[in-house]
């Protein structure tokens, strides 16, 4: 990914991915780059020290995920979702008749997936595709005329 992509205030990039990942059903949380770890860090630990390796600039730990105030570095993106279980499960659960307004339980039978993250993987990898290639073609990375 090229450095410069996204925003400082709006249309930050490290805010459109998540927004774009939380439009998924069962995603309940997107962490970037260091994720939670970051509370747990001293400034001088969460710092991304900026270096130079054969001309390039880099980031030397990566703990921001690539973005940094919003805009990606050009480092890799570092970008990982916490899925919730699928809810569809054979052991009966708890649930309520809405037409008796009446506590009762309820079992599931058919087909379901009993684990949906297999499924979710790239269908996150092609939201994170989108929101990169629309933020590309907004930065004239892409020339929007080369695919007609």
Do not use: W, Y
């Amino acid at each position: 990914v090229p450095a410069g992509l996204g925003e400082p205030v709006f249309e930050k990039l490290d805010a459109e991915i998540a927004c774009a990942l939380m439009s998924i059903g069962s995603v309940k949380a997107v962490l970037i780059g260091a994720g939670c770890k970051f509370a747990e860090m001293q400034g001088s630990e969460a710092n991304d020290p900026i270096a130079l390796r054969g001309g390039k600039l880099v980031t030397k730990t990566n703990n921001a995920g690539g973005i940094l105030g919003g805009i990606s570095t050009g480092m890799p993106i570092v970008v990982r979702i916490a899925v919730k279980p699928t809810p569809s499960i054979t052991k009966p659960q708890q649930t309520v008749d809405m037409m008796k307004m009446e506590e009762g339980k309820i079992r599931l039978r058919g087909r379901f997936d009993p684990n949906i993250c297999p499924r979710i993987v790239p269908v996150a990898e092609a939201m994170l595709a989108l929101v990169l290639v629309d933020h590309m073609l907004r930065a004239g990375k892409i020339d929007p005329l080369r695919f007609r």
